[in-house]
């Protein structure tokens, strides 16, 4: 399996990178923060639970997300390899993942960060809203409390793998498709070196 993690602050461009991946490299998507919107249109006990959190842009406590996370492999099948976006997001949920797939004997390849300035977040933070009509990206504070519990609770996770010597960066500013090329030549890195 290959099994990667797509990793940024919000509104880095991992959803639409994530689309591209998961053609380019015959992966399944788990995206935690879209998980949980489907949860919430559903109306599920679940979406219910994580709506006080996303509302206020805070992080859904680590077990509920984790358990999630699991249901969601198991449910998967035969499957080649898995893209994680939008997790994990703590330490504890990198520690839960790393116990997830070693018992598929299948570890995270590697972790890639796509880095954009804060500026550079927040505006297009608020062209999504305009677009997508989420409401975690419409109120300004709501922006500005989700790139705090980023920089407090998620930046400790690209350590996390760095340490785990399965971690790269690639700067995610600029045409999608140069991006998206970067990306590739970071995976095909870790591909080959394992
Ligand atoms: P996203 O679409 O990834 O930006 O996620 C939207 C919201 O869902 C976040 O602001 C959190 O409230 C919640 N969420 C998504 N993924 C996680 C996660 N891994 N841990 C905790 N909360 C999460």
New binding site residues.
Partial sequence: MINLILFGP?GAGKGTQSAKLIEKYSLTHI????L??KHLKEGTPLGKL?QG??DK????P?QV?IDMVDDKIKSSGNITGIIF??????IP?AEALDKLLASKQAPIKVLVELVVPEEELRTRLADRARKENRP?DAKPEVIEN?ISVYKSETVAVAQYYKDHKKYASVIGVGKIDEIFENICTEIDKSLLAK
């Fill in positions: 919000p995206s935690t923060g879209d949980f919107r994580a959190y996303m842009g805070n992080l859904v680590d997300v976006d939008g997790f994990p997001r703590t949920q975690d989700r």
